[in-house]
């Protein structure tokens, strides 16, 4: 499996942005895919998560209510909707894969996945 992560960009605080994860590999809908983001100086942190054909999603405190998760299984596709940005989301936003959906205890972990995308850079300004 091939990733391929889009959609970033600048934007102000307040606004919205959609991150794209394009994959190869038929299979693909069955996989877990993760979004984690790491900002300059930071760790790799958890964002949200997908178990696979959209039986459950999983998302990091600080962006949930804010952040959803959707896939579009035609297009092997998974999005990134991105709500009322802050400046601290600002970061490389990454998309990962797994074929194997581990359960809630391990999807915020970045080991547990894989494959990853190249990263997408977000930069939120106040």
């Known amino acids: 499996v091939q990733l391929q992560a889009s959609g970033g960009g600048l934007v102000q605080a307040g606004t919205s942005l959609r991150l794209s994860c394009a994959a190869s590999?038929?299979?693909?809908?069955?996989?877990?895919v993760g979004w984690f983001r790491q900002a300059p100086g930071k760790e790799r942190e958890f964002v949200a998560a997908n178990s696979g054909r959209g039986y459950s999603t999983y998302y990091a405190d600080s962006v949930k209510g804010r952040f959803t998760v959707s896939r579009d299984y035609a297009k092997n596709t998974v999005y990134l909707q991105m709500n009322s940005l802050k400046p601290d989301d600002t970061a490389v936003y990454y998309c990962?894969?797994?074929?194997?959906?581990?359960?809630?205890?391990?999807?915020?972990?970045?080991?547990?996945?894989?494959?990853w995308g190249q990263g997408t850079q977000v930069t939120v300004s106040s």
């Open positions: 590999g038929r299979a693909f809908g069955s996989y877990a």
């Open positions: 990962a894969a797994d074929a194997v959906f581990r359960g809630s205890d391990f999807v915020h972990r970045s080991s547990e996945y894989d494959y």
